[in-house]
């Protein structure tokens, strides 16, 4: 089955550590998505990744890390930088990041607690 | 630049009733548009999109049509269960390079 997968899906950290989040997509996606929702609100988008090698901040980009080193993969860094880090975070792809209407296709997410 | 707005929730209403999401954009150029819905503590699952003006998107019985006069994209579904229990969120795509730009979402309650 072709999908996204993230895990693992609550993660529990201390103030002060960074922690990663793992994204793979076996779609054969060119473009990766990170994005963080906090109760209530909608989805805001945090890095996003048009191709391998590539990728570049979006709205709310500061305290985060990404990498895109294979097609499959785009793991995120929460760092000790980002001064509310827990949230709801989602990973999504699409077949390409530029015009064409292409819909993304999310990941089941991962629930991260700071404490 | 872009958004969206939709209604506010929680719409609370019994099963069979008619459902209506508004929701309403401000873009740029000819977004792409699109309905997702999120059950309790997954992801997110696109539910239908329009891609130009008058198109009509539609699935599991959940309809929208794109109205670029009135730039809105109302999901409607004549006829909700219990299962419809979710949280909508209506979301634009702009040509440029793939950013979604989502709604606050809308919690839809379906009472037996």
């Known amino acids: 089955d072709g999908g996204i997968t993230q895990s693992p899906k609550y993660l529990f950290r201390k103030e002060g550590q960074n922690v990663t989040l793992s994204c793979e997509q076996n779609?054969?996606?060119?473009?990766m998505y990170w994005y963080r929702q906090d109760p209530g609100q909608g989805l805001r988008l945090i890095y996003y990744?048009?191709?391998?090698?590539?990728?570049q901040k979006g709205d709310i980009a500061e305290g985060y890390s990404v990498s895109r080193e294979k097609k499959e993969s785009f793991p995120l860094t929460v760092t000790s930088a980002q001064k509310n880090p827990t949230a709801f975070y989602l990973c999504?792809?699409?077949?390409?990041?530029?015009?064409?209407?292409?819909?993304?296709?999310f990941g089941p997410g991962t629930r991260l607690t700071v404490t | 630049g872009d958004s969206v707005t939709q209604m506010e929730g929680p719409v609370t209403l019994s099963e069979e009733a008619f459902l209506t999401i508004n929701c309403t954009y401000t873009?740029?150029?000819?977004?792409?548009l699109f309905w997702y819905v999120q059950y309790p503590g997954e992801g997110l699952q696109l539910l239908l999109k329009?891609?130009?003006?008058?198109d009509k998107g539609s699935n599991k019985g959940f309809e929208a049509t794109y109205r670029k006069e009135t730039t809105s994209f109302h999901l409607e579904k004549g006829s909700v269960q219990v299962s419809d229990s979710a949280v909508y969120f209506c979301?634009?795509?702009?040509?440029?390079?793939?950013?979604?730009?989502f709604g606050a979402g809308t919690q839809v309650v379906v009472t037996p």
């Open positions: 990744s048009q191709i391998v090698n590539d990728f």
């Open positions: 329009a891609t130009k003006a008058d």
């Open positions: 979301a634009l795509l702009t040509d440029s390079w793939g950013k979604l730009q």
């Open positions: 873009a740029t150029g000819y977004p792409s």
């Open positions: 779609l054969n996606h060119d473009a």
């Open positions: 999504a792809s699409s077949i390409s990041g530029g015009g064409g209407g292409y819909e993304q296709y």
